[in-house]
Nanobody, 113 residues
Framework: QVQLVESGGGLVQAGGSMRLSCVAS??????MAWYRQPPGKQREFVAR???????SVANSLRGRFTVARDNAGNTVHLQINNLKPEDTAVYYC?????????WGQGTQVTVSL
């Protein structure tokens, strides 16, 4: 089973930017995605990237969220610009579709006014 470790979260003011990273152990030739879980809400899809680099972002997040992966495919990044308080959530990476038995610890993003 591939281990997934997310990093890069923290506290940021509204309007700021943040770059999250997810490192997968071992070979990871799968489509990958970012998901997030806002406080008190269900986990939701954010963005995904295929093994060939084709990307897709949730409709409501387009224009501010960008997903990318390194050439080896083991690291996936999520760039978030113009952060809003409603982006506050724990952000997770996983395969796409997700392996529900393989969620990492996530990385907390908190956006203040």
């Amino acid at each position: 089973q591939v281990q997934l470790v997310e990093s890069g979260g923290g506290l940021v003011q509204a309007g700021g930017s943040m770059r999250l990273s997810c490192v997968a152990s071992g070979s990871n030739r799968r489509a990958m995605a970012w998901y997030r879980q806002p406080p008190g809400k269900q986990r939701e899809f954010v963005a995904r990237i295929s093994i060939t680099g084709v990307t897709s972002v949730a409709n409501s997040l387009r224009g501010r969220f960008t997903v990318a992966r390194d050439n080896a495919g083991n690291t996936v990044h999520l760039q978030i610009n113009n952060l809003k308080p409603e982006d506050t959530a724990v952000y997770y990476c996983n395969s796409y579709p997700p392996d529900t038995n393989n969620w990492g610890q996530g990385t907390q993003v908190t956006v203040s006014l």
